[in-house]
């Protein structure tokens, strides 16, 4: 078994680690993970469809991500988790 690895630009090895999930009972809806991610993988989705205002996010596009943890390090409410994946 091995996980999915790469290479820095100086030739180190690294592991991404996936988004595996966000918690939405923690989340705020700040949108903050939103903007940082760079692979359209996070995507809105709203709490009571008549206050457009109230929204947490979601996992809408797994398979783009590229294990960054880009998304995670803005949160301010630890909402993510994450894992390497398997080759
Ligand atoms: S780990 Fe990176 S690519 Fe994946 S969802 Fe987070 S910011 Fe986007
Ligand atoms: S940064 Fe965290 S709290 Fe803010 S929308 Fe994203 S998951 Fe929710």
């Known amino acids: 078994m091995a996980f999915i690895t790469g290479m820095t630009k100086d030739g180190h090895e690294w592991t991404p680690q996936f988004i595996k ?3 939405k009972d923690l989340c705020i809806g700040c949108g903050r993970c939103y903007k940082a991610c760079a692979m359209d993988v996070l995507a809105y989705e709203e709490v009571d469809s008549e206050d457009s205002a109230k929204a947490y996010m979601t996992v809408g596009n797994a398979g783009n ?3 960054c943890q880009a998304c995670g390090r803005t949160c301010p409410k630890k ?9």
């Open 79 to 87: 909402c993510f988790s994450f894992e390497p994946t398997l080759t």
């Open 21 to 23: 999930a966000i918690d």
């Open 65 to 67: 991500c590229i294990g």
